[in-house]
Every structure is written in C-alpha cells, then in structure tokens.
C-alpha cells in the first residue's frame, strides 16, 4: 500500500545508546519531515527536507542527524540517546504544492521510543 | 516568528451537537495553508481540512468546516452533528514558506463526545 512506513514502531534504549528510525515513502513526495510528540506540546520539527540531497533543522533538532539520499528514504539518527528524547517520532511527507492545492502531509504510523 | 495557538486543552460536547476548536496564528507571511489533523486513541493522524490563505470561501469537507477569519488570524474548526468517533485530539497547523514547507501545530485540544 501507497504511504510512509515507520520503522521500528516501538524501541527501548540505553542512554547514550544511538539508532536510526526509518521513514520510507512510495509516493515520490519532495518533502519529508520529521516530528516529536511529547504530552500537551504537540508535534514539534526536528528536521526536514525538501528534496534529495537537501535537509534543514526545524524547531528542536539538537541530539538528531538526517540525512537524503534518495526520495523515498529519510532516516533520522539519534547519536547518543537521552531520556529527554523519550517520544513518539512521526515521520511525514507531502508532494510538492501550491496554496490552492489541497496536499497535506501523509504521516507514518509514528515510533514510540522510550530512553532509559 | 509564526505560532500556532489552540487555547482550550479540552472540550466536551453531547453527540448530534455542533462543536468549534479554536485556533489562532500569528504570521507575517501573506501565502500559508492552514490544516486540522485529528489524533484518535490509536496515534495515527488523520488530515481533515485545508484553506489555503488566498481562498476565499470557507472550507469544507463533510462534517467538517473551517471558519477562516484572515483578517483576525484565526481558523477555526467546527464539527457539525458530532457522533462519539469524533473523540479524539486535534490538531491545528500551519504550513509555511521557511521551514521548508513543513507542518507548525498548535498544542491540540482533546475533544470527547458524550452520549
């Protein structure tokens, strides 16, 4: 099925532990994004992307690396885990748009990690 | 610096009556689009509705409408004939040009329908 696919949905790590969520999409979407969701803050960017070879920081993105070298795959790494990244991670993407079109962004089911 | 503001953290409302969410912006750009994601139990998220900020009608898909006041940032979402499904958090967003086109949300508000 069309979509973005998370992996893994669920991780337990060590602090100062690393690991890479993956994100991979089959609908040949430009922008890629990732999401934190911790309790009554919302979603929070972390990094983004807006083409192959081409990705920026959002709002919280120390502790994460991104990388693009494809369209399809957008992996986010956590280089020395911490408990203050016990989240969820969403990662989404959307096609490119104009402000008439209706294209949001198509979420993955999202990767609940708990850091101890 | 563009923010988003959903300032009631909970709502109740009784099935079959109309409800509205409330989301303010704050922005300097002229071109954004505003969304509302809902959030059920179950994580995932779900786009709703979309008004892009030179359209000039109100959004609506179904249910759903958007009650888009430009002039007073505000867009606001109403769910009309809520059914118990309808519980669930949602989530205001904004999309603007930096940040690469990507999604700015609101903290959510958690929405639950009696019976």
């Known amino acids: 099925n069309a979509g973005v696919t998370q992996t893994p949905k669920f991780q337990v790590l060590k602090t100062g532990q690393s690991m890479t969520l993956q994100c991979a999409q089959d609908?040949?979407?430009?922008?890629m994004s990732w999401y934190r969701q911790d309790p009554g803050m919302g979603l929070r960017l972390i990094h983004y992307?807006?083409?192959?070879?081409?990705?920026d920081q959002g709002e919280v993105p120390n502790g994460y690396n991104v990388s693009r070298s494809t369209t399809e795959d957008f992996p986010l790494r956590l280089l020395s885990a911490a408990p203050s990244q016990t989240s969820v991670y969403f990662c989404?993407?959307?096609?490119?748009?104009?402000?008439?079109?209706?294209?949001?962004?198509?979420f993955g089911s999202g990767t609940r990690l708990t850091v101890v | 610096a563009q923010k988003i503001t959903q300032t009631q953290p909970g709502m109740f409302v009784q099935e079959k009556e109309a409800v509205t969410l409330d989301c303010t912006y704050d922005?300097?750009?002229?071109?954004?689009?505003l969304f509302w994601y809902k959030q059920p139990s179950s994580g995932e998220m779900i786009f709703l509705i979309y008004?892009?900020?030179?359209?000039?009608q109100n959004a609506t898909e179904g249910r759903y409408s958007l009650n888009f006041q430009k002039a007073r940032k505000s867009a606001n979402l109403v769910i009309s004939a809520s059914q118990l499904g309808d519980s669930a958090m949602y989530f205001c967003?904004?999309?603007?040009?930096?940040?690469?086109?990507?999604?700015?949300f609101g903290k959510g508000t958690s929405l639950l329908v009696t019976p």
């Open positions: 989404a993407s959307s096609a490119s748009f104009t402000l008439s079109t209706n294209y949001g962004y198509t």
């Open positions: 008004q892009g900020s030179y359209d000039e």
């Open positions: 922005t300097s750009d002229q071109s954004y689009g």
């Open positions: 609908m040949n979407h430009e922008y």
């Open positions: 967003a904004m999309r603007f040009s930096n940040s690469g086109y990507a999604l700015n």
């Open positions: 992307s807006v083409g192959a070879g081409i990705t």
